[in-house]
């Protein structure tokens, strides 16, 4: 479906190509402005010594220090040992109730579509708005899901889901996941339509299980738009900021502190700007890696 | 029999459907039942799934004791101003995208892609710096200019993904006609592209309306302001209101949801045509 060349005569086409980087130029210059000037920004902030809000204030020359202490320091480790768990534990069920959404919605039924705006209505929720209604729900004197697990008899006493070590990474996963769910929704309604009908009647035909209709012929044309999805998931909630800095500012001590929210803490609250730019690199470096990691695994995988 | 079977199989895939509904819309559920409900029900821990009075008084005291207004008007510049520049970038981006390949365009394609793999935390330190040095900080425009930048590649694959669908044949006939090739795209391929817009428009839109990163980062005063940043400035405080603070959501969420709910269709059919697939 892409464009060929413009055909006809040589001149024409040299005419038109000057009239199509026209038409790129204000995209280029807005990401040379905003992209990659910045990012130079950010390198050089990165190798500025000492500490400094405003870096007209800084010392002069060039220095490592801050990338000694991301590199030699368990502190940038443990945010990113966090960041993986943040994003894989909010991928997960946020994939699963995606695709088992989709599957559910497929069949057509009076007020189909309805239901399925209705279902996929998280998406447009601001995150903080999110936030704020999760924190009441887990609220460790009146919320709702203290009182529904004390009622149903799972709890035999309130938890304060966000002060609490052991479950405040599940507490600060569920909104995330919950706005994050209509993505996969969607995207895997959409590949579904493009699944023929006929492929499921042969498959019946030769006695298919449902398990092996999905194994053989739903999953197949699910892939591709599973593997791109949850690669734009992985990098969003890589850097998500609007739930765990609501919610708990990346406590109780550091137990929901990833680099995303340390990164915001080192430069405004401790005016360490030079020590968060450092951060922001390292973790440009990781999600880059991450994402040629996986890119290679799917390519062999599907070739 | 068989027949009997497989619409009791329907009928449970229905009530499936409608019970994870509900199980997933609670949130919001609650946020709005909790707007409405009096102060003492919350004091009195009355939290009934439906409640015995519903009341306005919490909006009341919301506009009263805050600069909601100011924070509303905020968000609509913010949204809508990022919005209609990036649409703007984006029609001209993805149509050149769309009908010219040489290595140029390729080139550009490829980097409008990786800089989506930008974290936008890392990107708020050099931002802050920038826009400190041009005197922007606490300028409502420099968020504008910063939530452009992050919906531009977005917008600009997917209506790219749009317009390869709409044949060259269409375009050439306009040129016959005489028309120019700026006037074969607001005449000829604009119009088609419509659902592909609206897709865009309603993304960024979402997005701006959305932010709170750098809104929080680049906006100091309160009445400067949107109002996700006003909402998190409620938590916390003196014991934290929850009749306010999901007022506030609700103010927040609303305006989104009825923009959601209008253009739905067309975003699953966006994320069709480009925005996943680029």
Known sequence: MTATGAGGAGLRVSRDSLFGYLLLTPAVALLALLIVYPLILALILSLTPGRFLNPATAPPGLSLEHYRRVLFSIQAWGDLLRSFLYVFGSIAPAFLTGLGLALLFRQPFRGRRWLRTTVLLPWAVPGVAASTVFLWMFDASFGIVNKILLGLGLLAAPIAWLADTRTVMAAVIAPTAWKLFPLFTMVFMAALQAIPLELYEAARVDGASIGAQFRHVTWPGLRVSAYIVTLIAFLGVFREFDFIFPLTSGGPGRSTMTLAIDIFLQAFQYSDLGYAAALGIFSLVVATVAVLVTTRAMRRSTA | ?278
């Open chain 2, 1 to 278: 029999m068989k027949l009997k079977s497989r619409s009791t199989v329907k009928g449970l895939r229905i009530a499936a459907c409608v019970g994870v509904t509900v199980a997933l819309v609670f949130p919001l559920y609650w946020m709005l039942v909790t707007a409405v409900r009096p102060t003492r029900d919350l004091l009195t821990m009355d939290l009934s799934i439906i409640p015995s009075t519903i009341t306005l008084d919490g909006f009341a005291a919301l506009f009263k004791y805050n600069p909601v207004t100011s924070w509303l008007r905020v968000s609509t510049v913010l949204s809508l101003g990022s919005a209609s520049i990036s649409l703007l970038i984006s029609i001209f981006a993805g149509y050149s995208l769309s009908r010219f390949t040489g290595r140029g365009h390729q080139v550009m394609g490829l980097a409008l892609l990786l800089s989506r793999m930008l974290p936008g935390s890392l990107l708020v330190v050099p931002f802050y710096v920038i826009f400190l040095r041009l005197g922007l900080i606490d300028n409502v425009l420099s968020v504008v200019l910063v939530d452009t930048v992050f919906i531009v590649p977005f917008a600009t694959w997917l209506l790219k993904g749009f317009f390869d669908g709409i044949p060259r044949e269409l375009e050439e006939a306009a040129w016959v006609d005489g028309a120019g090739r700026i006037r074969a795209l607001t005449s000829v391929i604009l119009p088609l592209s419509a659902p592909g817009i609206a897709a865009a428009a309603t993304y960024s839109t979402i997005f701006g309306w959305g932010d709170f990163l750098f809104a929080r980062t680049l906006l100091t005063t309160d009445r400067n302001w949107p109002v996700t940043v006003g909402i998190v400035s409620f938590i916390g405080d003196n014991g934290t209101d929850w009749n306010s603070i999901m007022g506030m959501g609700l103010i927040a969420v609303l305006p989104m949801m009825v923009l959601f709910i209008l253009a739905e269709r067309h975003l699953i059919a966006g994320l069709t045509a480009g925005g996943v697939k680029g």
